[in-house]
């Protein structure tokens, strides 16, 4: 595995290998490494020649109230899960190699940027869908990984490709989870032990919607409202929303029908965490 | 020279073209072609295996107010004429083509957008940014080639370009002139006689900054105030502002230092006109 920091380097490199007719699997990350990276990099292992692995904390998806400074890094265990798993290329640019001082464009997504997630966090799609179109430009890929785990991130970057005209296909990988649940994330590294017991509630509440679905049920106050109901039973929880919407405007939706997101965001003390399932009736 | 309308049809001809190793040269118009044009397709024809035309009056860039609907087209005489020139590819596609009715992502360059044309057309380089960004994406040209007359625009997408990393070279081409100094432009068609007689005073103004630079002039406010005078003589044309700027910022500049743009817009009649020069000190 090659450990590359500068844009030149890496397009030198894949350059080279394009020529050979090599496909390229991109699988854009934040490091901090877990099962659902580790999940997304074997796939690409096996769909493509070639397996680039971008590790890059982007500071314009974060507000400065939020965690970018303490977003958890370790630079030696990430790169030898990579090397393990048979990346190829891991990418580990600098911020002034991603940021020329007088930065002034961005890739925004409108509309569905400000449901879910983005209505607590307004700038962070705008920061997502910058850095994953620079990504894009500097690896050409052929196709690109993304965990299922941060839905909305995966609907607003497939509408990107396709406004864009991205010449690419997005993978999706389904969410990794510890053995009682848990969504997999970068941050479970923060809960305490009580929070991460409480947490469990935040997968039990999606695997309780999806019973209720399955026994009938299709109004989706009704599921929202029993699901709040055993979220709200966790002290160290605190929800901020429940989503059950249209898995590609995700505008909410009053009766399930057809293909379904259910997604939520909780803090479990300072945390905060997210999980979804897709339900396709 | 193949006409194409379809993004699927022109990717699928100019990935065999690349597979045999030839580089792509692009020129985005939006038709109605004069010399300006042609200049950059025969540049492109000079550097690049193979040159692409897009044709596409892009209604992203046009403000409600502004002239999409009237815009002039005549799509058998251009046809011709880059036929002539040596194009291989007239890419033609439709508004369905190019935007789907649910498009939501947008290419936006701040701060330089806000001055100059983007006084008056706020909206205008956000629609050119996320056109061209498409049209690089379709196309994967090696080069692109844009003239020197929308000179705000060369800046915004050289920034474009640099802050996402397009793997591309951005080629600016003079601007054409009639023989008496009239800049080239699809819109001079609407001129009216008095009108194309009168709008030669901007590049006579413009030329009359430069003489002024060259005799040792360097306060900006000066050479303004002598090109207003000269404009303000003319009853038929209507100034909408001069700028004497740094090329690449575009922030106003009170001397003449290094490597500075004189641009203005005017109306000549309804018609909207822009002209500039770059003064190399």
Do not use: W
């Not at 393990?84 to 890739?107: I, K, R, W």
Request: glycine share 4%.
């Amino acid at each position: 595995m090659k450990v590359i920091s500068t844009i030149k380097e890496l397009r030198a490199e894949l350059s080279k290998e394009r020529q050979e007719g090599k496909t390229i699997g991109l699988i854009p990350t934040m490091g901090y490494f877990h099962q659902g990276h580790l999940e997304l990099m074997r796939r690409a292992r096996e769909e493509c020649a070639v397996v680039v692995v971008s590790l890059y904390v982007n500071p314009t998806q974060f507000a400065p109230s939020e965690d970018f400074e303490s977003y958890p890094r370790d630079f030696e265990r990430d790169k030898r899960l990579a090397e393990n798993v048979g990346v190829d290329y891991l990418f580990c640019p600098s911020n002034a190699e991603m940021y020329l001082p007088n930065h002034l464009t961005y890739v925004e997504v409108e509309k569905i940027t400000n449901k879910l997630c983005g209505a607590s966090r307004p700038h962070h799609f705008k920061g997502v869908t910058t850095v994953v179109a620079k990504l894009f430009n500097i690896v050409k890929p052929d196709k690109a990984y993304f965990g299922q785990k941060d839905a909305q991130q995966v609907v607003v970057i497939r509408k990107m490709v396709e406004d864009l005209n991205f010449d690419l296909e997005i993978v999706v990988v389904p969410t990794a989870r510890e053995e009682d649940g848990l969504a997999m994330s970068s941050r479970n590294t923060y809960l305490s032990a009580v929070e991460r017991e409480e947490a469990l509630v935040l997968s039990k509440s999606l695997q309780h919607a999806k019973e209720l679905i399955d026994s009938g049920e299709r109004i989706a106050q009704k599921i929202k409202e029993e699901m709040q109901k055993l979220i709200k039973s966790k002290p160290h929880v605190n929800l901020e929303y429940i989503s059950i919407c249209d898995h590609k405007t995700l505008e909410e939706l009053s009766r399930i029908e057809g293909e379904t997101l259910i997604a939520l965001a909780a803090k479990a003390g300072k945390v905060r965490l997210i999980d979804n399932i897709v339900i396709r009736d």
